[in-house]
C-alpha cells in the first residue's frame, strides 16, 4: 500500500501574495502584489491614475525608467529544511533582474518567457528568511547596445525613439502597437514559490507518439529524472481511462548520472481520438507517474495526454502550393481568430478570464486560435483549456514586424527560451504548430526598410543574415531536438497580398484596411489559407464610457485618439461608412454603426473562405480580443463585451453555412459542410417584403456533402423579386435538418443598407426569467436590421444579438446568468433596451426609439 502522506514531490511553500515594493532610488517600501507589476502596484497605492483611463498612458511613460525592488519575508521550518533539495521556482520575472536570498545573490534574469528552478538550500535558515528582487529598467538596460549598434532596428510598432524592444527578451507589446498601449513593465508576473524534494525530482515527461489508428495507438513517455542519492525505487504509472495502461517498473536511480531517462512505451487497444471543436470529443487520458521507495511516493508528474494525428500540409499541387492541416487523416478547415494578450498587464489574465475567453471560443464555433508572436507565450491554464475545448493552437514565437540582433549572447537567450516552452507545450494535443515569427519574411520584401532607416547595402545584407541565423538555424533545431514530430514554419505569412500569390500557401490580406481596398475584394483575394486580415470598429457604447468622460465622447477627443492606435484609423473607419450606410447621427451611433460595418465586411471574407474549400483551408481573422480598451480589430472587446462581429462569426463558422452570393442577375447558394460524414437536408428560400409577407418559395432536398462545398442553386434575381421591390425585400435562405431543426440562416439584400426602406417599427419583447437565465422572444410589425439588444453597464453575451426581425418571425434569444437571484434577474430584465439600423441614421422621434445605456 503506498504511502500518499509521504508524498514529498512539488510539496510547496507558496510565496505569492503581499510583498513590498519601492522606486529603488527612494527606498519607499509599500506593500505589492505578486503575482503583478510596478504599474499595478503603483494603482494600488493611488500613486498613479489608471492607466487604461482617458489619456493617462500619456503621463506614466516614466515608470519604465525607473528600477524596482521586490522583497518578502517568509518562514521555513527545520523539517522542510530536512529535504534532500529546495527549489526556488519564479515561472515569470520581467525582465532584468538579480535574485537575492537572505542578502546572498542566487540568480540573474534576463527573459521574461523563462521559469527559474533555483536550487537554493545552502541560503535558506531555519525560521525568517527573506528574498528580494531587483528588477532593473528595460529602457535602460539595454540602452547601451542600441548606442553601440549605431544603428535603428526597424521596429516599426515599438513606440520608443531608440527602438528598444529588439533587445529585451520580452512581450514585444509592451512597447506599444498599433491597437495596444505603450506599458513597458516589471515584477513578478507568474507565480513564485518554494519546491521541496527528497531524493528524486521527475523533472520533465515528453510523449511521442509513433501510430495511431482506429483500432490502435503506439506511444512512448520518456521521464527526466535527477536524484539527489542513489536508490532503487519502483515508477508506478497510472492511467485513469484506460487502466490497462498501468504499469509498474523497477528503476535504479544514480546521483551521479545526473538527468537520466527512463522510457516507458505502451500499445492500446480501440483507443478514443482527440478532436478539434466540431468532429468529435477533445478526449484525453490523465496520467500519473510516480516514483515509489519504501511505500512511499517521493516524485510525481501528472500529464493530460490526447491521442491524435495532425499534419501541415504545405507542399506544391495542382492548385498552387496547398496549406492545410490534416487532423487524424481528414483535412480540417480552421475556423478562428489571432489571440493576443487579454491584458496589458499580464498578471491579471486569471484562470477565470481564460475560462471566458475559450467559452466564448467554442460559441463562435471556431476550432483554432493563433497564439501571435508579438505577445507571450500562454501560462499552462490557456493550453489546458485549449485542449479540453477541443481548440488546435498556431504557437508563435514572441518576435514579430522587425529584424533582430543575432550575436552569441541574444542566440543563447533565445535557444534556452525556446528549449524551455518547447519542453513546456510539447505535450499538448492543442498545439498543431510552430511558426518562427510574425511578417518578417513579408516585411524583408516589402516594407522598404533599408529606405525607411538608411541602412547600407553591406548592414542590411548582414541583419538578414542574423535573421537566418536566429530563425533557420536555432529555433529549428531547438524544434527537431524537442518536438520533431510538429510542424515549423519560418515567417508568416508564405505568400504576399502585394504579389498576387493568393494561390500561394498562407496569406496576411491587408488589402482590406490598409490598402484601403472595398470589402468586395475579399471575395477575391482568396488564398489557399488566410491567417491574419480584418477591420477595426470601436467597443460597445457601455464599454467606452468605463474609459471616458461625457466631454471626451467625440471622434477627434485627444482621449479617444490616445485610445486609437493606429495612425488613420478613424479616418478609414468613416470612409469605408460612407461607401455602405448613411452617417451616424451622432458618437453614441457611430459606435454602433462601426461595429455593424466590421462584423458585416468580415462576413464577405468568411463566407468567401469558406466557400472556397478546399482551395483555401483555413480563415483566422485578426483580432479575437484586445488587450486594453481602445478601438480595434477585436471582435470581443477588453471587458469581455461580444462586438456584433463575434456573433457573426458564430454565425457564419457553423457547422454548415448557406453562402449567398450575387453576381449581376444570378444569386448563387452554396453550401459548406464541416462535418465529416454526408446527411440528408432540405433547403428552403423565401423572400420576405418588409411587411413579412412572403413574395417568392423555392424549397429542395439536399444531400449535404461530407467535409466539402457544394453548389445548391442559381436562382435568377429577376425571378425573385422586382426591381421596385429591392429596397425593401430580404431574402432568407435555411437549411433544415430532417428532424426540423435549422442548421445554417442568411439573409441577402438586394441593395446597399443605407439604400434599404426600413420604417420605424414597433417591436415587442417578451420576458421570460428561469433559475440563473433571462429569455427574451422580440417580434415586429415591420422588418428590422441588426437589433443590437443591451442591459446597460452589465457586462453581459446574449446567444445571439445584432439580429434582424421579419414581422411574423419571432427571436428569441437568452443571457445566461449562473449564481444570479430571481429578483436580481428582474432588476436587470428592467434595463433591457434595444436599438436598429434605423436608429444609427434615421430622423426618429424619441418614441420610435428604445435605447438603454446609448
Known sequence: MINEEYMTQMKTLPLNGTWQFCQADTQDWRNAEVPGCNFTDLLAHNLIDDPFDRDNESHLQWIEKKDWHYRRSFIVSAAQLAHSEVNLVALGLDTFCDIYLNGQHLSSGQNMFVGQHLACKSLLVEGENEVEIRFRSPMNEVYPQFIANDFTYPAENDKSDEKLSVF???????????????????????????????SAEIKDVHFVQQTLSAQRADFHIAL???????????????????????????VHLSAQAGEQSMLVNFTLNDPKRWWPNGLGEAFLYDFSFELVKDKRVIARREQALG????????????????????????????????????????????????????????AGNMNMLRVWGGGIYQDDTFYELADRNGILIWQDFMFACTLYPADEAFLANVKQEAEYNVKRLRNHPCIAMWCGNNEVDMAIEKWQWAEKFDYSDELYERLKQDYIRLFDDCLPKVINSLDAQRFYLRSSPIGFWENDEDNKAN????????????????????????????????????????????????????????????PRGNKLIRSYMDEEFNAPKDFDQLLYLSQVQQALGLKMAFEAHRKAMPFCMGTLYWQLNDTWPAASWSGIDYFGRWKALHYQAKRSFGQQLLVLDQVNDQLEVTLVSDDLQPFSAQLHVQVYDFDGSVVYSHEQDVLVPGNASLSLASLAVSELVSQAQQRGAVLVARLMHQDGRVLSQNSHFFVANKDLALKPADIQCEQVISPECLSLRFSSDTFVRQLYVSVGEQVTNFSDN?????????????????????????????????????????????????????
Request: charged content about 20%; overall charge negative.
Open 168 to 198: 529585451c527578451r520580452k512581450a514585444p507589446c509592451h512597447f506599444g502597437w498599433d491597437w495596444g498601449p505603450k506599458f513597458v513593465t516589471s515584477g513578478i508576473w507568474r507565480d513564485i514559490y518554494l519546491a521541496f524534494i527528497d
Open 224 to 250: 527526466d529524472v535527477s536524484a539527489m542519492t542513489d536508490f532503487d525505487a519502483q515508477l508506478v504509472v497510472k492511467c485513469e481511462q484506460a487502466p490497462q495502461l498501468n504499469q509498474i517498473l523497477d
Open 307 to 362: 491521442l491524435r494525428e495532425i499534419e501541415v500540409v504545405n507542399q506544391a499541387d495542382e492548385m498552387g502550393e496547398s496549406f492545410y492541416f490534416k487532423v487524424n487523416g481528414h483535412p480540417v478547415f480552421m475556423k478562428g481568430a489571432n489571440y493576443i494578450p487579454d491584458d496589458s498587464f499580464i498578471h491579471r489574465v486569471n484562470a477565470q478570464r481564460h475560462q471566458q475567453v475559450f467559452d466564448a471560443v467554442v
Open 507 to 566: 496569406h496576411h490580406y491587408w488589402g482590406v484596411w490598409h490598402g484601403e481596398e472595398p470589402f468586395s475584394e475579399y471575395k477575391k483575394r482568396v488564398p489557399r489559407f488566410m491567417s491574419e486580415y480584418g477591420f477595426q470598429s470601436f467597443p460597445i457604447a457601455e464599454s467606452t464610457y468605463a474609459f471616458t468622460q461625457p466631454e471626451d465622447r467625440e471622434l477627434e477627443s485627444a482621449v479617444m485618439q490616445v485610445h486609437q492606435k493606429h
Open 802 to 854: 445584432f439580429f434582424d426581425l421579419i414581422p411574423g418571425i419571432d427571436v428569441s434569444i437568452h443571457l445566461a446568468l449562473p449564481g444570479m437571484k430571481q429578483q436580481e434577474i428582474e432588476r436587470l430584465g428592467a434595463k433591457v433596451g434595444w436599438q436598429s439600423l434605423l436608429d444609427s441614421f434615421a430622423s426618429l422621434s424619441n418614441e420610435h426609439r428604445n435605447i438603454a445605456g446609448l
